[in-house]
């Protein structure tokens, strides 16, 4: 049942702060709250420099990458889960995520043979756009197979991820076996996901991106709702359907694919945060959209604290960790689906 | 004065016809029902003058302008439609579902505004206890008030009224009370002055509220005029393929069927 808040954004936001905080401090190397204060300048206290590197050189743009990729996944859940009026839709699932990691796999492994003519301000853009594109791809083909005149059919479009996703376990099977030593620890840790190696200038061009994707999503929030009325009629109450659904497919290409070149393909978190935002506080897209993305940032932030804790100094893949919470939930979905609909 | 008609329209499943050669114009302040046997192409016709459905042959216009080239925005302010038996995905209440009928409005209209003319629609249909339940665990006759009342909302949001109100069997699942509210609301708009057209299967239904009645036969219309010289039992018979007689008692009639 859907309980009443108040101010549910500003709740969710206070959680993700804290959660971004929170694992600043924790990790191989433990910061305390004193010298996390002096390190944004709130106390005068000085620091030391190794206590200064691990704070902004490495954990900074980790937390802030494992935010900015949650937020993105649960935004970009919520959107795809409106156009499939269907709350199975998930960015693993259906092969976005897939499709992604394959274009940029693609670019780890025969980048080098184009880097030369790219001009090298644009070099670290290169594999967003080409997770983008890749996104972008697998998008549109489940959508075109499993959307027949505004009819979703379920079992098509799960069955329609699950095609993409062995189409790209192979093509990425097909590059593990050309690609280098070098190459090939960088296509595991791609496929596992993870936030381990993340640094500045490699995320920067992906953060861009994401800033653009996921917050141009809330204007269209009261036309998200429209659509589960049904396309047709959405279209009767003066959406432009056609326009929507290609805008949404762009921006879940765009949020996806940069999520995936930042982090590789980290699954099932844009199934449970609009799941449970949904929940908790109704299907309205003015708040799901703005909390699920909120919530999703807080759950990577701490699975990712949690990855790079317990089995410290060794880092467990997030993926494995975001699976192992979300795989049981989207079985306990299904069997609720199953037992409602005979689905 | 706001038109709507079909001239000589043709719209085709694949190559097969649904609807051929059906000319229909919607007058200003009459309410017109549709009636005619499954698939003679009634619910085809209805979706043809909404705009949803390409056309083969002919031309649907709005005001004198093909619909094709309306906007969707514009188009929600100068018609409003209720399809046969919609879904609602997720746990929408009936209120959220209701006030989407303001979409097209929103620019206009604050929050408290819109929430306050979906109120008094669901009240319309007596559905306003369903304001807060989600739509999901409503019964099918439940939710076809809720979605009246949001095709009712939509049509009033317009100053003028949109125009047209063009209503898919509007009457299905609705117990006998209901349904007699939920044409008398459509009575009400059409008296003051908008264009009604209903498709239903119910005849004493037409008889009592249409002011014309259409008659569709396999992709069809073979007949259209006033409801009381269209409504004869011996077509009707022929129409449906099963013997209709008007029987009159107290200065009503009323159209019964008893079977083979």
Known sequence: MTITVKRPIPLFALAAVASIVGSQCVGAFPVGFPDLLSAIGLSAQPIDDTTSVVLYAIRAPRVLAAFCVGAALAAGGAALQSLFRNPLADPGLLGVSSGAALAAVSVIVWGERVMHIVPPDLRP???????????????????????????????????????????????????????????????????????????????VPALIVLAIAVPTLLPVAHLLDALALGEREAGHVGVDVERLKRRLVAQVALAVGAGVAISGTVGFVGLIAPHIVRLLLGPAHRTLLPSAALFGGAFLVLADALARTIVSPAELPIGVLTALVGGPFFLWLLAGRASREGL | MSTLRAEAIEVRAGTRPLITD????????????????????????????AGDRPLAKGDVLLDGKPMRRWNK??????????????????????????????????????????????????????????????????????????????????????????????LDEPIAGLDLSHQHAALASARRRADRGLGVLAVLHDLNMAARYADRVAIMEQGRLTAVGRTDATLDPARLSAVFATPIVKVEANGTSAFLSLGH
């Open chain 1, 125 to 203: 853009w290169l594999l967003p756009v080409a997770a983008f594109g890749g996104g972008l791809i697998s998008t549109t083909v489940v959508y075109r197979l499993a959307a027949r005149e505004g009819i979703t059919l379920v079992g098509t479009l799960l069955l329609a991820g699950i095609a993409i996703n062995a189409l790209t376990a192979a093509g990425i099977g097909m590059l593990v076996f050309v690609a280098d030593d070098q190459q090939l620890r960088t296509l595991i840790f791609w496929t596992m996901g993870g936030f381990g190696g993340v640094t500045w200038t490699a995320i």
């Open chain 2, 22 to 49: 059906v000319s229909l114009a919607i007058e200003p302040g009459e309410f017109l029902a549709v009636i005619g046997p499954n698939g003679a192409g009634k619910s085809t016709l209805l979706g043809a003058l």
């Open chain 2, 73 to 166: 925005r514009d188009l929600a302010t100068r018609r409003t439609v209720l399809p046969q038996h919609s879904n609602v995905a997720f746990d929408f209440t009936g209120l959220q579902v209701a006030m989407l009928g303001l979409l097209a409005h929103r620019n206009r209209l604050s929050e408290p505004q819109m929430r306050k003319l979906a109120k008094q629609a669901l009240g319309e249909t007596e559905a306003l206890a369903f304001a807060d339940r989600p739509y999901t665990v409503l019964s099918g006759g439940e939710r076809q008030r809720v979605q009246l009342a949001r095709v009712l909302v939509q049509c009033d949001a317009e100053p003028a009224g949109s125009p047209f109100l063009l």
